[in-house]
């Protein structure tokens, strides 16, 4: 199911492909604005319309009423627009490819611009409001640098129409960088969503995409919408984590996370295969509930129900796992099978009240902080050449884990798990080859 996620909506982009008729050019090259616009109202099927190196204040935006057309710059970051853009009309199938975004310029992609692609763009710098919005279905944004933002605002923002979702987006291999917005609220790196949509299915992918510096918010990635997955991300040097806020059934797997950490409100989520290395603590928070269960339109916090958090490797100093406090305590949520390494009295702090399975865990450096449901033996990890902590081969984690947790088929590398699965992140092999991203994996210039 979670790979199907991001196969449909390539599919959906793939299948909007029509190939350029024949005596019309693939490729128009075109000099300034005036004639990208002549180019873009002429435009065939499959062509792809060039602008060449420059700096660009357009007085309107380029408007693009041409379906199954790319619009972009002829060299990667050297094509900049300072103010205007591109406003898409009722099209399928239109990338936008190259830009670089800068003053006042930004994009959004209308309910009526289906399938849009939105790749190696650079969006910098201050923008009123988001610097990408998308509420079309079917958009994939990927390989996009978004960078150097300090007043309130969001990086990326998908919505959709009135009280609905945008369905099928599909984020990755981006690069969030240095958003230092000093405020309390509203510095987000990606908001799926908003809390008056959160039980619309979203079906959004986010996955291989480096944050670093994510500073705007304490929300890096705050998903506020239901049926999302979010896996294979490295966040670093950011007080922003992974944050389900609202909605239900979101998977979190396999993602890289230092300094930061997961946090979650909401129903039926599946945490699993997360390594978290955390200075301090509360790498894993069980949010607070101030509702039992939010209405389609409430803002407050909603207590975790049935949620589960499988398989991770969680390193810390203080309460590695942690829950906050509020009227309402998680209630039969599941801790199981989680490598948590630290040095405090209590390593697992749960609010009084709430109701949690504890299987199969390894606690070790520290208290453990619950009654039952873990050992406290030394798990053994070492450190790799990319910096991850493993398991050794004498590790008392390999082959140990306990309950039945059939969807956790694979490790964070991902390597496939076999016969009794080992506890952690981690599946004990000899041949590792997880890493966490760099500049050289995402944003314009990565493969």
């Excluded at 591109?86 to 209308?110: C, M, N």
């Excluded at 150097?148 to 129409?161: A, D, W």
């Excluded at 450096?365 to 004498?394: Q, W």
Aim: aromatic share 6%.
């Amino acid at each position: 199911m979670i790979r199907s996620l991001a196969a449909v909506a390539a599919a959906a982009l793939l299948s909007s492909v029509v190939h350029v008729p024949a005596g019309a050019a693939a490729v128009v090259g075109v000099s300034s604005l005036s004639s990208l616009q002549a180019a873009v109202d002429a435009a065939r099927p499959g062509q792809r319309i060039v602008l060449p190196e420059g700096v660009h204040a357009a007085t309107t935006p380029i408007k693009i009423t041409r379906s199954d057309i790319t619009v972009a710059a002829r060299r990667t970051g050297r094509t900049v627009f300072t103010s205007g853009g591109f406003e898409l009309g009722a099209v399928r199938g239109v990338t936008i490819e190259g830009f670089v975004f800068d003053g006042t310029s930004s994009t959004t992609v209308p309910v009526e611009a289906q399938a849009t692609r939105i790749t190696r763009n650079t969006y910098n710098g201050d923008k009123d409001g988001a610097s990408l919005t998308v509420s079309a279905n079917d958009v994939q944004v990927d390989h996009n640098t978004f960078s150097n933002r300090t007043n309130e605002g969001v990086y990326l923002q998908i919505t959709g129409p009135g009280s609905e979702i945008a369905q099928r987006t599909w984020v990755h291999h981006n690069y969030f960088y240095n958003h230092s917005f000093s405020g309390s609220n509203g510095g987000e790196s990606i908001r799926l969503g908003y809390s008056h949509k959160q039980s619309k299915s979203a079906y959004a992918v986010i996955e291989h995409n480096l944050f670093d510096k994510a500073n705007g918010d304490a929300e890096a990635i705050s998903v506020k919408s239901s049926d999302n997955t979010v896996r294979f991300n490295t966040i670093r040097n950011s007080k922003g984590y992974i944050v389900l806020r609202h909605g239900n059934r979101t998977t979190v797997e396999g993602n890289l996370l230092f300094g930061s950490g997961i946090r979650f409100h909401g129903n039926d989520h599946r945490i699993f295969n997360n390594y978290v290395q955390n200075t301090g603590d509360r790498a894993i928070v069980f949010g607070k509930g101030s509702e039992t269960d939010s209405g389609p339109t409430s803002t407050s916090h909603d207590r975790p129900d049935r949620v589960t958090v499988a398989f991770n490797t969680l390193i810390g100093t203080g309460a590695v796992v942690d829950s906050d406090t509020g009227t309402y305590a998680p209630k039969d949520c599941v801790l199981a099978n989680n490598v948590i390494q630290g040095s405090s009295s209590k390593l697992i702090d749960m609010m009084s009240g709430s109701t949690v399975k504890y299987e199969g865990n390894i606690v070790w450096g520290g208290t453990a902080g619950i009654p039952s449901g873990y050992r406290s033996v030394d798990p053994k990890l070492v450190r790799d050449s990319n910096g991850l902590l493993r398991l050794s081969s004498g590790s008392p984690a390999i082959d140990s884990s306990a309950g039945t947790y059939s969807y956790v088929t694979r490790d964070f590398d991902p390597q496939s798990r076999s016969g009794k699965p080992d506890v952690g992140a981690d599946e004990y092999s000899g041949s590792a080859t997880r890493k966490p991203l760099t500049t050289a994996d995402v944003g314009v210039n990565a493969p």
